[in-house]
């Protein structure tokens, strides 16, 4: 549960410009509250905290943004196709930024290779990173988008093209090929992702 310490008429504002809808708090303690995406952003004199599965789009929109951060992905797929699910991970300095973890239906390994790239380069986005460096364990997704290896799926083509889209938002941005056990906390949120039931 991120809690971020900013002046509430700022928060409002930014959210305000970004189509949030604020609405009044529950209690005489909270100032406002904004809901986007499954997540609750509620004020309160000196701070903003931010509630729900997926908070990241809320803090995004929220924080300063700017730095630098590792973006770690791994999509699974358990049959190829089958039931699939996607993991990201948003790395700085100071930790993990933010990270996350869903089930995105039927899909082939590629499909949720490419969909966990999409999912972690978004997050990165909205949380206002200008340098990020990219790091997953499919070599074949890390070629392809670096111009290496064609891709020759039209599917997979067309999510290669959104990859690239998404990487020009950046100031700068590097993308190379890890290790799973450097990846290890992408792959464990796509399989537990996979793993509820719920």
Known sequence: MP????????ARDRLTDAGVRIEEGNTAHERWRAERDGAVAVAY??????QGGDPTRLTGLLSD????AHVYFDGASRGNPGPGAVGWCLVTSDGIAAEGGERIGRVTNNQAEYAALIRALEAADEYGFDEIDVRGDSELIIKQVRGEWNANDPQLREKRVRVRELLDRFDRWSIAHVPREINARADDLANEALDDRN
């Open 45 to 50: 004199d000196d701070k903003v905290v931010v």
């Open 3 to 10: 809690t971020l310490d900013c002046d509430p008429a700022v």
């Open 65 to 68: 943004g700017g730095g630098r």
